[in-house]
């Protein structure tokens, strides 16, 4: 048993040289291709097979692989696309040695298309019809040379006799044999008179010449050559029934399995060439009924293709009276039946022949649907609609199929149609011209018209002019054909903005597609070529079809603008490109990257593809405007930041390619690999001969140490060993995993591996490398260690991860390599060593039982260290030797040959407010490609109060664009901050800012960071007076270097070395770690002001003014997942103080801090450790004995919330305020929601100032009675005035984490909304749309968004997994608690489901959800943070519990 799709794909296979098959949309896989595979296993024939992609074009791809000799067939399950894309190119595929053979299901209405334009088409019902059909195409082609299209109808499955493989060849090239050889009767049926008639029959007697006959005779040739292998014959016309018949019926399709007396059924085998002698003997004199029953779906003309040539062959017989032809269509084969076939005989008797009469219930020519468009692909149409609106008009839309048919988006149709309209458009310009000429026109109309002419490109003022030129037109009396031409062409009055958009399959065949042409024809059009192939698939998609660059073809044209932008990598060079294009006189071209898998692949997914191909130089960003080099300027600019920023000869480089980009067409990837290959070789030769220095100062064995961490820890541990074998005498080196391969390693004598885990149970970044390398090798049982004697330590959690089916993750990696090392041949000279967080004193404790084992196997365990052991750098040390923090930092900026600064450099730029970051993304990629992460810089201003003016504003936003990477970003500490600003970018960055009256410093770094404080709208005399506060605590508190202003501000020392930098309050190792402060005004606790080191609550006397403030000290955020040691806590109220003693108040917590933190563990350092070791009064007291006196008893205050207070207010002094909600602080343009745009465009006009807060929204402040309106329209204009989110979502904050945070082990900001989406509906579904739950998450347990204080946070851990707390005080009045240790998104959704639903049902009034977790039973209340760890993992039934 067999299906006709395996019979065709098997004869295809033995008969064809090239086969070309087309493949469904994925995931669907060819059905075609899976046979191919099957018998590339089998057979010993090996034809080419090519595939092309559904939506590309198979008739270029056949014209391009069509040898001159041999077969080529095309195999393709049959839609309208493929068919319309084949009948573009039919005049040049008819003539080819081609089958196409094409599936159908049920519908023949698609593949008829073809049957005018080819010279052959066969149609098989069954799959034994289609192995025999497919054997005589294949005979057929091969021997006339031409092509035949072989239609069959897929989904049966029957008993097929196949033709044996070795006789196919031979059948293909034997002799022809001729019709008339076989006794006049062709292909065996001689008998029952259907076939074997080559001479006039009913009295017609075609010519023996015409081409249609001769056509004929070669099917009938090769049918002949068919029988006599098969021995089973192939019918033209199949006629069965009734042999002198009263009425006929051909079939097209489904043949009916009835008999009737009287009655004959002819199934059409072959559909062209039909010589009407064959119809008329298939429909004898006695038959007076003849029906056409086609199986169609829908047909765009009345009359079909068989019943014309029936109708016309039956007009060709002389005899009277001739018989009643009617048409019929049917669409499915059910409606044929005994019944419905005779109930159609009587009807067709009665009913007009000049009406087809249609079974289905599909009328004849229905509307097509509109094609699908991908839901990615309207981020660039929607920006298209947004920019251009009613001027836009896509040429080739999908909605204009259901009106013009499938052919209406090809690219040469919408050419076309727009060709026709410029015509039009000119025509109109003509008329107008001509009758201004028109004595009759009057003056006032001849001035609109003038008018008109003036501005007729102009988008916005044609359009505007046009309604009145039209009503003037229509008021006069002047009749006028030129009158009536221009009314009827007054469509055309404005400037439209006219694109075509086409997917990438155009660009496969740039010469012979409509593009070609589109780009050669000179018109004013703009042509935008959607290419989503991801990067990552890029190599298995097709990896020897290599898509011609439509790009450079366009740009060699010389006149053509061209453009490459992707989306989701510069959405500001999108809007460029597409204003430039929409300027451009004449063809552009805009090529943009829109990379998915499928319908529901993720922005993220989109973003990080494109990231990858943009950073790898696959798909530069560029534009190439010919009008600029008729200016005698570069034409040619280069968009892409990634390439700028991997070498400083971006300049050369840009010079080349330009002059690269005139000469000849091939850039690009080229281009960047070979960058990629230079560095890593002048990496690779440096690393060579530092090594072989070490090595001459050898003598004794000498110890590799390689290393594999992601979070510094494992390095330490690797550095000390190197340090303390050296203090040994030995020669010791050391490096990365990833720094050797396994023939270095093969060379190597003793090697110690230190590696920590990263995600679960997977090695850290700089190991990963090796790890697969070892695995591969293992798997190909190769034993390259014969040298190698190796020991490992590994550091690792047992309790990171702890469900006891995890277990297996702990220390996973080390196990590992300990193994394959062995497997591999290498000798193991000491055991594997374990260091786990947990244990008492974390790695140190399994690190001290395994170093001596190592100093054993080199004799040198009884050494005496003589000298100390060098200490390992650590930040205190990089601090005092920094020079007041200048360190190399602008030696690092001069330096170019890399994108980073020196690694103590980058501790000290952030004091300046500078975190050197990587594009995280892209980092694994880079790596592979041999070239340094992505570097970039983030910049933090420093802005105490969130305050800042219209035009602070405006070169915040000018700065991101001109600097960073176009958007920025409202901070958790009310400020902004810019990412992805690449080195050379960051001086004159702060030059701007600087400019701006703001500064960086002590933005980040071991200082105090940005004064905070809360954002109240109404009580605008308290706000000024807190608000000045903030700021004269802020300045109170500044280092005072003057590094920042020499190293960023070329503000040089006045006297050089002889002034020295004096520090007096933080001395030259400023503080041990991060002071945050903020300023809060109840009932509002928007600053969290319990999770800042030091806090102050303002205290209202009876006038409504500031009295004081009560001081809150203690408070931290960061932890270290699984170190008991680190906690999160809130800080303690220690007493109150006046306005005015408030910033000595504040030094002196902060002096005490300094000289009383840990300076030896960075994680302990924070405030809240000391305070906890000295004790809260020993603390409190020590700063009294600073301040001199005792801080007063603290006063009463209430909070009721720490979210943001949204929409309009007013403040006591008449102005007004409004608090918008912008989606985790980040400023930026996204389609349909251009908010960077919109606040740009509201600074220009506001008065007043923008208050940022520290849960990342915006207020407009300070806004007077006449200006609410306009700020009111702006607001609406951009959409910033949408508050209409769940309660969840406004009170929902994410920190940024990837891919920019190096500290991130999860997605935060990008991932939260997709999170929140899916638990708002829960909310909705139980009624809590309005009650605001509020829900933090963070990249890691660093904490930056406050996530402790949350009723319910998600701290990530590993990529997709988080930690869940519950229970947080709602205004930040109380910790949460670890709920569940590890949770992916359908665990959280599983547990909060539940939670939610019986929230809304069991909630007392007013009771807030973390409350409410409490009072259930889910969780315990934390009361303080050193209790933090007690009894996590939930209560009661809920508990989890962990491996032992
Ligand atoms: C994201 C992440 C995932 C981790 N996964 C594991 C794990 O699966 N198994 C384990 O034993 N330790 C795990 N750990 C713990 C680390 O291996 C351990 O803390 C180690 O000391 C970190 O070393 P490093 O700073 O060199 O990266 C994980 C730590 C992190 C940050
Ligand atoms: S919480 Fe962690 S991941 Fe998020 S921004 Fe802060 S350091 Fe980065």
């Known amino acids: 048993m067999s299906t006709a799709i395996s019979s065709v794909a098997r004869i295809a296979f033995l008969a064809s040289d090239i086969i070309v098959d087309s493949q469904p949309t994925p995931p669907a896989t060819s059905a075609f291709a899976e046979k191919y595979n099957a018998l590339l296993a089998t057979s010993s024939r090996r034809p080419t097979v090519l595939s092309v992609p559904l939506a590309g074009d198979p008739g270029s791809s056949l014209l391009r692989n069509a040898s001159g000799t041999g077969l080529v067939s095309f195999t393709a399950a049959s839609s309208s696309q493929t068919v319309i894309r084949l009948v573009l190119h039919a005049a040049e595929l008819s003539s080819l040695a081609l089958v196409l053979h094409l599936a159908v299901t049920d519908d023949l209405s698609d593949v008829l298309l073809l049957r005018s334009a080819v010279p052959f088409f066969l149609i098989s019902h ?274 204009l199929v259901p009106a013009q048919g499938a052919v209406a988006t090809s690219p040469e149709y919408a050419l076309g149609r727009v060709r026709g309209q410029l015509d039009q458009r000119a025509e109109l310009i003509r008329s107008i011209q001509e009758l201004m000429e028109l004595k009759e026109v009057d003056e006032e109309l001849h001035k609109l018209l003038s008018q008109w002419l003036l501005v007729k490109d102009d988008a916005a003022k044609s359009r505007a002019l046009s309604k009145q030129v039209i009503t003037a037109l229509e008021a006069s009396k002047l009749s006028n054909r030129l009158v009536d031409r221009i009314l009827a062409l007054r469509a055309h009055f404005p400037a439209r903005s006219r694109w075509i958009i086409g997917s990438d399959a155009w660009s496969y065949d740039l010469g012979s597609s409509g593009l070609h042409h589109t780009i050669a024809s000179g018109l004013d059009i703009n042509i935008l070529v959607l290419d989503t192939l991801p990067y990552t698939s890029r190599n298995s998609a097709d990896p020897h079809r290599r898509k011609q660059d439509v790009g450079l073809y366009a740009m060699n044209h010389g006149d053509v603008y061209v453009a490459s932008i992707a989306v989701y990598s510069s959405y500001a060079q999108v809007l460029q490109a597409f204003v430039e294009a929409d300027r451009h006189k004449g063809p552009s071209i805009v090529l943009a990257y829109l990379p998915y898998q499928s319908e529901e692949s993720t922005a993220l997914e989109v973003l990080k593809e494109t990231k990858l191909a943009v950073d790898a130089g696959y798909w530069p960003l560029y534009r190439w405007d010919p009008v600029k080099e008729q200016e005698g300027k570069e034409p040619f600019t280069l968009d892409s930041d990634a390439v700028k920023n991997d070498l400083q000869q971006f300049l050369d480089r840009q010079n080349h390619l330009s002059q690269l980009v005139r000469s000849k067409p091939q850039f690009a990837t080229e281009l960047v690999s070979s960058l990629g290959e230079n560095v890593k070789e002048a990496r690779r030769r440096k690393a060579q001969q530092a090594y072989d220095e070490l090595l001459v100062a050898l003598d004794a064995p000498p110890l590799l140490v390689l290393y594999a961490s992601d979070g510094g820890t494992g390095e330490k541990y690797a550095k000390k060993l190197a340090n303390r074998g050296k203090a040994r005498g030995l020669s010791a080196t050391i490096g990365t995993l990833d720094s050797r391969s396994i023939d270095d390693l093969a060379q190597e004598e003793y090697v110690v591996f230190v590696t920590s885990v990263a995600g679960q149970g997977e090695p850290p970044q700089n190991g990963r490398t090796l790890f697969k390398a070892l695995n591969a090798a293992a798997n190909r049982g190769e034993k390259p260690f014969s040298k190698l004697r190796f020991s490992v330590f590994g550091l690792g959690d047992s309790h990171y991860w702890p469900r006891p089916e995890d277990a297996h993750y702990y220390n996973k990696p080390c196990k590992d390599l300990d193994a394959r090392l062995e497997q591999l041949g290498g000798q193991r000279f000491a055991d594997l060593g374990l260091g786990d967080d947990q244990d008492a004193d974390g790695p140190e404790t399994g690190y001290k039982v395994w170093e001596p084992l190592i100093w054993k196997t080199f004799g040198v365990d009884s050494v005496e260290v003589q000298e100390a052991e060098p200490d390992p750098i650590t930040n205190e040390h990089i601090k005092a030797a920094s020079g007041f923090l200048r360190g190399t930092i602008a030696e690092g900026l001069e330096d170019t040959s890399t994108g980073a600064l020196a690694a103590s450099d980058t501790q000290l730029t952030k004091f300046h407010g500078i975190y050197q970051q990587d594009d995280r993304d892209i980092r694994d990629e880079r790596q592979a490609q041999g070239v340094e992460p992505a570097y970039s810089f983030m910049i933090r201003v420093r802005m105490p109060g969130g305050v800042c003016t219209p035009d602070q504003w405006l070169q915040m936003d000018q700065i991101a664009d001109e600097h960073g990477c176009g958007t920025f970003k409202i901070t958790t500490r009310a400020t902004f901050q810019f990412h992805g600003v690449i080195k050379r970018h960051l001086k004159p960055s702060i030059q701007a800012i600087n400019k701006a009256l703001l500064d960086t410093l002590a933005a980040c770094g071991d200082v105090n960071r940005n004064v905070i404080c809360s954002a109240i709208p109404t009580l605008s005399k308290l706000h000024k007076q807190v608000y000045d506060f903030a700021k004269l605590t802020s300045a109170h508190l500044l280092p005072r270097t003057t590094a920042y202003h020499e190293i960023w501000l070329d503000k040089k020392m006045v006297a050089g070395e002889a002034v020295k930098d004096f520090e007096p309050l933080y001395g030259e190792f400023y503080l041990p770690r991060k002071f945050k402060i903020a300023v809060a005004v109840p009932p509002t606790n928007d600053v969290d002001i319990f999770a800042n080191d030091l806090g102050f609550i303002a205290i209202v006397d009876d006038h409504g003014d500031l009295a004081g403030f009560n001081v809150t000290v203690g408070g931290g955020m960061g932890v270290t997942h699984g170190n008991k040691k680190t906690y999160p806590r809130l800080a303690d109220v220690i007493g109150f103080c006046t306005v005015e003693q408030g910033p000595i108040v504040a030094e002196k917590v902060m002096l005490t801090q300094r000289d009383n933190g840990n300076r030896q563990e960075r994680k302990n350092a924070r405030l809240k450790y000391t305070i906890d070791r000295m004790g809260l009064d020993v603390f409190k007291a020590e700063v009294e004995s600073r301040l001199g006196y005792k801080l007063a008893p603290a006063r009463p205050y209430t909070f009721d919330r720490n979210v943001d207070d949204y929409g309009w207010a007013t403040g006591e002094n008449g102005e007004h305020h409004v608090m918008l909600y912008i989606e985790n602080g980040r400023i930026q343009d996204e389609p349909g929601r251009d908010f960077k745009t919109g606040l740009r465009e509201i600074a220009k006009v506001h008065k007043g100032t923008f208050r940022l807060t520290a849960n990342q929204h915006l ?128 665990e959280i959704l599983a547990i909060l489901g539940p939670m939610i639903k019986r929230y809304a049902l069991e909630r007392l009034e007013g009771e807030r959800f973390g409350d409410f977790v409490i009072r259930a039973g889910y969780i315990a209340p934390t009361t303080s943070g050193k209790e933090w760890y007690d009894r996590m993992g939930g209560e009661g039934e809920y508990r989890e519990v962990a491996a032992a």
């Open 1259 to 1386: 207020m407009l402040s300070d806004i007077a009675a006449e200006d609410v309106p306009e700020i009111k329209r702006l607001l609406a204009k951009y959409k910033l005035d949408n508050l209409s989110h769940s309660a969840l979502r406004l009170s929902s904050s994410a920190c940024v984490s990837f891919p920019t945070c190096g500290l991130a082990m999860a997605e935060s900001e990008r991932y939260l909304p997709v999170l929140v989406d899916k638990v708002e509906k829960m909310c909705e579904e139980n009624g809590l749309r309005n009650d605001s739950i509020v829900m933090r998450m963070t990249g890691c347990p660093n904490g930056c968004a406050r996530p402790y204080v949350a009723e319910v946070a998600f701290v990530g851990k590993a990529p997709g997994s988080y930690a869940m707390l519950l229970g947080g005080g709602y205004y930040g009045q109380r910790l949460n608690k670890i709920y569940r240790e590890a949770v992916s998104e359908p």
């Open 126 to 399: 069954t799959p034994q019809e289609a192995h025999d059909n497919a054997v005589l195409a294949s005979r057929l082609a091969r021997t006339e040379k031409k092509a035949v299209v072989h239609v069959f109808v897929q989904g049966e499955i029957g008993e097929v006799r196949e033709i044996a493989e070795d006789d196919v060849q031979p059948l293909l090239l034997a002799e022809k044999l001729s019709s008339v050889k076989a006794n006049g009767s062709t292909n065996g049926h001689s008998a029952n008179g259907a076939n074997g008639h080559t001479n006039g029959v009913n009295g017609t007697s075609p010519s023996p010449h015409s081409p249609a006959n001769d056509l004929f005779t070669a099917y009938e040739s090769a049918a002949l050559s068919t029988l006599s292998c098969t021995h089973r014959p192939c019918l033209p016309l199949a006629k069965t029934g009734a042999s002198e018949p009263h009425t006929v019926i051909f079939t097209l399709g489904k043949v009916p399995d009835v008999e009737m007396e009287g009655v004959s059924f002819v199934s059409v085998g072959l559909l062209t060439p039909l010589p009407p002698s064959r119809l008329l003997d298939a429909a004898p004199p006695s038959a007076t009924r003849v029906i056409i029953l086609e199986q169609l779906h829908h047909w765009n003309t009345k009359w079909t293709p068989l019943y014309l040539d029936v109708i016309d062959a039956i007009h060709q017989r002389q005899s009277d009276p001739r018989p009643h032809v009617q048409s019929v269509y049917f669409t499915h084969p059910d409606q044929i039946t005994a019944p419905s076939v005779l109930k159609l005989i009587q009807t067709a008797s009665s009913a007009p022949s000049t009406t087809p009469i249609n079974l289905g219930s599909v009328s004849p020519s229905p509307a097509l649907d509109a094609p699908h468009v991908p839901k990615h692909e309207s981020s660039y149409t929607k920006i298209l609609s947004h920019l251009f609106d009613e001027r836009l008009e896509i040429s080739n839309s999908p909605s």
